[in-house]
């Protein structure tokens, strides 16, 4: 299993084995990945890829009487999720934590720790009617727009060249 691992959590790479030796290209891979992987720990990954590395994942829909923001939060219960209308955002925060403490664990894809998800909603809300929901891992918060909203969209006229 260890050989499977470029390195432990403590990203020390492990001292060359006598394939390494043997065979220089693996040495360079593993220093390729090296190189990268601190390349890419020096900047802040979430402005460069975007909404690729945001989490958690949400679906958006509207209709003309409200938004509904659906989250998808596997692992975790009502309780880890606190849902705020700040700065006319949303926003999603809180903590996954880990199932187990296991210090036998020498690799893992999941992500456990604290996050938060912000997302502007650039209209008026009825603040007083939002609610939120939780089932099966996924947040829905519904926000209802007032019957009195005013249109923020004015549609400009295209006209042809040379025509009037």
């Known amino acids: 299993m260890r050989d499977l691992i470029p390195w432990g959590r403590n990203n020390q790479a492990p001292s060359l084995s006598r394939n390494e030796q043997a065979v220089p290209f693996l040495t360079l891979h593993r220093e390729m990945n090296r190189l990268f992987d601190e390349a890419f720990r020096s ?7 975007g909404p690729l590395l945001a989490w958690p994942s949400v679906e958006i829909g509207e209709t ?9 939060l596997p692992g975790m219960d009502e309780n880890d999720v606190e849902v705020l209308l700040s700065d006319g955002a949303l926003v999603l925060r809180g903590e996954k934590r880990a199932e187990t403490e296991d210090k036998e664990r020498q ?29 099966n891992g996924v947040l829905t918060v519904t926000l209802p727009k007032p019957a009195d909203a005013p249109e923020k969209a004015k549609r400009i006229p295209i006209t042809a060249e040379g025509r009037r």
């Open 107 to 135: 690799f893992s894809e999941r992500f456990y720790g604290r996050f938060e998800r912000r997302i502007p909603l650039g209209f008026e809300i009825e603040e007083d009617k939002v609610a939120a929901t939780f089932r």
């Open 43 to 49: 900047f802040d990954a979430p402005s460069l890829f």
């Open 64 to 72: 003309d009487q409200e938004v509904r923001v659906a989250a998808e």
